[in-house]
Each structure stands twice: as C-alpha cells, then as structure tokens.
C-alpha cells in the first residue's frame, strides 16, 4: 500500500498556465520534501516543510504543508518548459525507533512550449 | 565534489545470477540508503544505515543483502537475481538520519538493472 499518494499522475499542459500537485496521507509526518528528478538522473531536493500550515516559496513554486501534518501541495505559477520533470513528495516517519523517508510515487509533468 | 558515486550505471543479468552494486560518498554522511525506483510506485526504500556497522531493513528488503564496513560504503547484494528485481536502483545518504531542513538525501544517478 502506498503510504503517500500523489495526483495527478501525469499532467501535460501549455507554457504559462498555472498548476497545482497533491500529495495526500492518512498519516502524520515529522517533515514533508519534493523532490525534482530529471531522466537519467536521481532525485533533487526542492524543499522541506516542517511545521504544520507551512508555506514556502521558490521563485514560481509554492509549497505548502497541511496544517495537520498529512498532506501537502506544490502550485506552479506560470510554467515554462525548463519546470518539466518527475515530482516526488516525501514524508519523513519514525519507525522502531528510526526515522525514514517514504516517497510518493510521483507526478510527470510536462509543459509544453 | 563527487557527492554519490553508484557504479555500474546499467547491469544486464540472467535469472540466478549475483552481484553488487556498489555505493560511495565523500560527504561523511552518516545515513545511507537504497531504494529501487518502478514506474508508477515511487521510491521504496530496501535498507538503510545510520552508521559504521549498523543496517535494518526497509520496506522490500527480500532478495537483498547489505553491510556497512565504513562510513563511505554501502554496497547492495542481489543474491540470486530475479526479474522481478528488474528496476532502476539509487542509492542516498544524507547527514543524519533526521531529514530536516539540514538534513535531506543526496542520490546518486542510479543503476538500472534489468534481469532476463
């Protein structure tokens, strides 16, 4: 079962339109990333939020993190080609003890120019 | 500035077949992963280390064997391949094992393996 669930899946869409990516759980997270990977490539990190109603911005990305910890998204404002990738939203848990990171299991996005 | 270093990028293996995958970082990070990358299902994390001497199991270990000889290494075992093993394979480290802000995973670029 997936813990973290991400949609859209795919998403295509037409240079300058505004996007919006979920990344929904039933669980509680200690911190929530996304991450950015290019083909060929392993993931990058974008950003960590860690506080519940968190916000942050990164040039023409927001992140938000939900006020009760489950959940977050990713708008995009104005896409351009250059944003087109594989997002992954992680959220961090602890687990006997140790705490890891379980991944969502992506949205492909393309602009299109 | 190497980060992680996975070697080799593609591996073609038959059914029964060993090998290694080979992980390295020059980070000093103490935290280090693998996870194996299936279209449509994320990252699923295989085994982690928090340092020198000490792994656990993840979300899919079977299949996989690894050991932690140094704070640099991490190599992943396949011990008898099998097709379903067939996927891209990153490892990541990361400072410590709490990801805050000032903790996140660093990849490498990844392995893909394919088993016939």
């Known amino acids: 079962t997936q813990l973290l669930k991400q949609s859209p899946q795919f998403l295509s869409i037409q240079e300058g339109e505004n996007l919006t990516v979920y990344c929904n759980s039933s669980?509680?997270?200690?911190?929530l990333q996304w991450y950015r990977q290019e083909p060929g490539e392993g993931p990058v990190l974008l950003v960590t939020?860690?506080?519940?109603?968190e916000v942050k911005k990164l040039k023409r990305l927001t992140f938000q993190f939900g006020d009760a910890r489950k959940d977050s998204s990713l708008h995009i404002t104005a896409a351009q080609p250059g944003d087109t990738g594989l997002y992954l939203c992680?959220?961090?848990?602890?687990?006997?003890?140790?705490?890891?990171?379980?991944f969502g299991q992506g949205t492909r996005l393309t602009i299109n120019p | 500035n190497a980060g992680v270093t996975q070697t080799p990028k593609f591996q073609v293996l038959k059914t029964g077949q060993s090998m290694t995958l080979q992980c390295a970082q020059d980070?000093?990070?103490?935290?280090m992963s693998w996870y194996r990358q299936d279209p449509g299902m994320g990252l699923r994390l295989i085994h982690y280390?928090?340092?020198?001497?000490?792994?656990d199991q993840g979300e899919v270990p079977n299949g996989y064997n690894v050991s932690r000889s140094t704070t640099e290494d991490f190599p992943l075992r396949l011990l008898s391949a099998a097709p379903s093993q067939t996927s891209v394979y990153f490892c990541?480290?990361?400072?410590?094992?709490?990801?805050?802000?000032?903790?996140?995973?660093?990849f490498g670029n990844g392995t893909r393996l394919t088993v016939t």
């Open positions: 990541a480290s990361s400072r410590r094992g709490g990801f805050s802000y000032n903790s996140p995973l660093h």
């Open positions: 992680a959220g961090e848990v602890r687990d006997q003890g140790a705490q890891k990171l379980v």
């Open positions: 980070m000093n990070h103490e935290y």
């Open positions: 669980s509680v997270f200690s911190s």
């Open positions: 939020v860690v506080t519940g109603g």
């Open positions: 280390s928090v340092g020198a001497g000490i792994t």
